[in-house]
């Protein structure tokens, strides 16, 4: 159900950037700036979910995730409302110019992914999983902006780009196990439009795990090297042992583990 309502996500992202704000910044961010990340990817979610709800037929392969979104318009519509008005009345009283100039670059980025991947569905013809690393960049940018980090110091690029590549993984892990429903209907999908490249998503989260001992062991993050860590065994799993209906859901449980160390020692 947190999948079919497109919950996960702003879960996901609402605890990576709580975790990284304590643990290198000392403290909490904003409520607003906290509510303004749920909401946004929320809703970024939602209109995508909706989007395809209207582009793509039902087939065999189709995920349940989008028959219900077929058989359930009316509750996405509904919670769009809700994130609109929610973001209108709590949000964006507080948006600043700073504020807004931080949030530029992942906006743009955000901007650019559904021109080029949702609108006009391409791929580029690159030998590379463009598609799933833009998700993976604009996902990571939100998180580090909300967390109040900022690039000024080489560890938070490190962090970033451990962050971007563990939700490409994550998209590729799941792409992986719905590659027959992509190979008809997403062009722009990696697997769905190049066959299995099994050591794609293994690439990737090799990275992570290397780049997160860095940021353990260098930088003094153990709680974000560990949810990193920790984050990109479990999809190893999921790519290795979860079947296709259980992928999705799995998969993006397995991101919410900074939410169990901030309940327990938080």
């Not at 580090?144 to 110091?153: K, L, R």
Request: proline share 5%.
């Amino acid at each position: 159900m947190p999948s079919n309502l497109c919950f996960d996500a702003p879960l996901v992202a609402v605890g990576w950037a709580v975790l990284i704000g304590v643990e290198t910044r000392g403290d909490l961010p904003p409520l607003y700036i906290i509510g303004g990340l749920f909401l946004a990817v929320w809703g970024i979610y939602l209109f995508d979910r909706i989007f395809d709800s209207f582009r793509l037929p039902i087939i065999e392969a189709t995920p349940r995730r989008h028959l219900f979104a077929k058989k359930y318009r009316f509750i996405l519509y509904f919670l769009s409302g809700v994130t609109v008005f929610a973001g209108a009345t709590f949000i964006l009283p507080h948006v600043t110019a700073d504020l807004f100039k931080v949030a530029f670059a992942p906006g743009l980025l955000c901007l650019l992914y559904f021109v080029i991947f949702r609108f006009a569905r391409q791929s580029g013809g690159l030998r590379i999983p463009a598609k799933e690393l833009v998700i993976g960049f604009c996902f990571a940018s939100g998180v580090m902006v909300a967390a109040g980090t900022h690039y000024t110091e080489f560890s938070s690029w490190v962090l970033g780009l451990a962050l971007a590549f563990l939700f490409a993984g994550n998209c590729l892990v799941i792409g992986s196990a719905e590659q027959e429903f992509d190979s008809e209907m997403d062009a722009a999908s990696f697997f769905g439009n190049r066959g299995t490249r099994d050591w794609i998503p293994i690439f990737l989260l090799s990275g992570v795990l290397l780049l997160a001992l860095i940021l353990a062991l260098w930088y003094s993050v153990p709680f974000v090297g560990a949810s990193l860590i920790i984050g990109s065994l479990l999809q190893f799993i999921c790519f290795k042992r979860a079947g296709t209906d259980l992928m999705q859901p799995l998969a993006d449980a397995g991101l919410l583990f900074p939410w169990l160390l901030l309940l327990f020692f938080g």
